[in-house]
C-alpha cells in the first residue's frame, strides 16, 4: 500500500511536469531493477500518486534469479521489509506502445522504511560511485548504453546494414524510437546489425544516473513494441550456439564539474590524457575481476571469445572492435572539434548486467585507477595478441569468474557483503541450472529470459 499522504502533499497534477502528466485512471509504475537485470516494481493509480507515496518492498525479492525464482541461501527470508520511493526527476510517460494504455514510469530507490538508502539497492549503488567521483576527484560522466537485440520472427535470411532488413522489421523500429522520443530517451540510431535478425539502437549521452535509467527504458520498450505486433525479440548474448553474439555497450566521458572534458591530450597516444588513461587503468585492470558483473550469465561465455567481433582480453585499444575499453574516433568532418567528442566505450557488457551496477563498477575501477596512480593505460593499436599479459585475459565461463570476484579483496570491497552474498548466491544457482546444459540448450534457455 502506499503511504498515507499528508495535507501538505502534492498530487500527480503538481509534482509532474506537463509532458509526463498521467491523465484520469492511468497507471504508474514505480520501477526497479534487479541484480538480474529484470525491471521489476509496482503501479499506482495517476490519482492517488503524492510526493510522500511510496510503496512496499521486500529484500529477499533482491534474489530473484534470471529464471523468475528466489534463490536459496541468500542473506535474507521472509522478514524484512523496504520502500520503493519514486525519484520524480526520472518520471517518464508514453503513449505509443501498441496495443497498451498510456503508461507513465518513474524509476525508484529501494530504501529503508525510514527513507535511508537500502544496501541492496543498484540504483543507489551507482548514485553513490557517483556522488564519490564528484567530491573525490571533481569528476562528473555523461554516459549512453547501445543495445543489440534479435528479431525471433523471421526466419528468412537478411543481409547485414540493409534496407531491406530495416524494412522488414517496420514498423517496430518507428514505433521504438518514437516512443522512446516520447519518454525523452533521445534515441539517435536504429539498425540492422551483422548477426541474422540482429538490430541495433543507441541513445544520446547522459548524466549517468539518467543514462542508466534510459537504459532500462531501451530495453523494455523494444521488447513492448515487438509484443505489439505479436513478434517475439531477444537481448539474449547469444540467440543461437555458434551465430554472432548480442552486447550492451556503455560509451563514457570524463569531464570536470563545468563540463569541460578530461578525456582529450593531443599530445598523448590515442589523444587520450595521463588523468583520462590512470582512469581507464583501474577499468583494464580490474574488469577480469568483474567479469562475473558485467557478464554475469552463463551464455554471456559463449559471446566473449577471441575474434569474434566481442572481446576476451582486457585492454585499452584504438580503432579496435575487440578491445574491452575502445577509444571512439571523432568525428571531425567540416572542421568539427575533435576535443568535446573523445571518449570511451566499454564492449564487455551484456543484457544480464544490470545497468546501475555496470556504470558503477566502471565508475569504481576508474577511480582505483587515480586512487593507486596507476600507469596510464597503454593505447594498443592493431593485434592484441602479443600485448596483453595472461593476468588481463578474461574468465572463460562464469564459475570463473565468480572465482575470480570472490578473490579480489579491492572489489569485494565496494559491495555490501549482502549485496555481494545475495549476487553470488544467484549466480551460483544459475550455474546449477544451465552450466551443464549443451550451448545450444544454453541459448534456448535464455532467449526466453532476456
Known amino acids: 500500500m502506499s503511504t498515507e499522504p499528508t495535507s501538505a502533499d502534492l498530487d500527480c497534477h503538481e509534482w509532474l511536469h506537463e509532458s509526463v502528466r498521467p491523465g484520469p485512471g492511468e497507471?504508474?509504475?514505480?520501477a526497479t531493477s534487479d541484480l538480474s537485470a529484470h525491471t521489476r516494481g509496482r503501479a499506482v493509480r495517476a490519482e492517488s500518486l503524492k510526493t510522500s507515496t511510496s510503496v512496499g518492498w521486500v529484500p529477499a525479492n533482491l534474489g530473484i534469479g534470471p529464471s523468475g525464482h528466489i534463490t536459496d541461501d541468500i542473506p535474507f527470508?521472509?522478514?524484512?521489509?523496504?520502500?520503493?520511493?519514486?525519484?520524480?526527476?526520472?518520471a517518464v510517460r508514453t503513449t505509443l506502445i501498441p496495443g497498451q494504455p498510456p503508461l507513465t514510469i518513474v524509476f525508484s530507490d529501494q530504501v529503508n522504511t525510514d527513507g535511508t538508502p537500502w544496501h541492496g539497492d543498484a540504483r543507489s549503488?551507482?548514485?553513490?560511485?557517483?556522488?564519490e567521483l564528484s567530491e573525490e576527484f571533481g569528476i562528473q560522466v555523461n554516459a549512453a548504453f547501445e543495445h543489440e537485440f534479435t528479431d525471433l520472427g523471421n526466419t528468412a535470411p537478411t543481409q547485414p546494414f540493409s534496407l531491406q532488413a530495416h524494412r522488414a522489421l517496420e514498423p517496430i523500429g518507428?514505433?521504438?524510437m518514437a516512443a522512446l522520443a516520447e519518454m525523452g530517451a533521445q534515441p539517435e540510431n536504429w539498425l540492422p546489425e551483422y548477426a541474422p535478425n540482429q538490430f541495433e539502437l543507441t541513445v544520446s549521452p547522459a548524466p549517468a544516473l539518467t543514462a542508466a535509467d534510459r537504459a532500462v527504458l531501451v530495453r523494455d520498450t523494444v521488447a513492448a513494441v515487438f509484443a505489439g505486433h505479436d513478434r517475439e525479440v531477444t537481448f539474449t548474448p547469444v540467440p543461437i550456439a555458434g551465430d554472432g553474439g548480442s552486447g550492451v555497450h556503455v560509451h563514457f566521458g570524463l569531464n570536470d564539474l563545468d563540463g569541460e572534458t578530461l578525456v582529450f591530450d593531443a599530445d598523448r597516444p590515442g589523444r587520450i590524457s595521463v588523468k583520462a588513461a590512470k582512469f581507464a587503468a583501474g577499468i583494464v585492470k580490474y574488469a577480469p575481476s568483474l567479469t562475473?558483473?558485467?557478464?554475469?550469465?552463463?551464455?554471456s561465455y559463449q559471446r566473449l571469445r577471441p575474434?569474434?567481433?566481442?572481446?576476451?582480453?582486457?585492454?585499452?585499444?584504438?580503432?579496435?572492435?575487440?578491445?574491452?575499453?575502445r577509444i571512439v574516433p571523432t568525428n571531425e568532418i567540416g572542421g568539427a572539434d575533435p576535443r568535446p567528442q573523445l571518449h570511451f566505450e566499454f564492449r564487455g557488457g551484456d543484457i544480464g548486467a544490470n545497468p546501475y551496477l555496470l556504470l558503477?563498477?566502471?565508475?569504481?575501477?576508474?577511480?582505483?585507477?587515480?586512487?593507486?596512480?596507476?600507469?596510464?593505460?597503454?593505447?594498443?593499436?592493431g593485434d592484441p595478441d602479443a600485448a596483453v599479459s595472461a593476468?588481463?585475459?578474461l574468465p572463460t565461463s562464469l564459475r570463473e569468474a565468480i572465482d575470480r570476484l570472490e578473490s579480489d579483496d579491492v572489489v569485494r570491497e565496494w559491495f555490501h557483503p549482502e549485496l555481494l552474498a545475495t549476487y553470488l548466491a544467484v549466480k551460483r544457482a544459475e550455474i546449477a541450472e544451465f552450466g551443464d546444459l549443451e550451448p545450444s540448450q544454453q541459448c534456448a534457455a535464455y532467449r526466453k529470459f532476456y
Open 174 to 176: 518507428s514505433e521504438s
Open 360 to 381: 558503477g563498477i566502471l565508475l569504481k575501477a576508474g577511480m582505483e585507477g587515480l586512487r593507486q596512480d596507476l600507469e596510464p593505460a597503454e593505447v594498443v593499436v
Open 125 to 131: 549503488f551507482l548514485r553513490q560511485a557517483i556522488a
Open 307 to 325: 575474434h569474434n567481433w566481442s572481446t576476451a582480453a582486457s585492454f585499452l585499444g584504438l580503432q579496435n572492435r575487440e578491445a574491452l575499453l
Open 292 to 299: 562475473a558483473i558485467f557478464a554475469p550469465l552463463v551464455v
Open 27 to 30: 497507471l504508474v509504475f514505480l
Open 391 to 393: 593476468e588481463g585475459q
Open 77 to 90: 527470508d521472509s522478514s524484512g521489509d523496504l520502500r520503493l520511493l519514486p525519484d520524480f526527476d526520472s
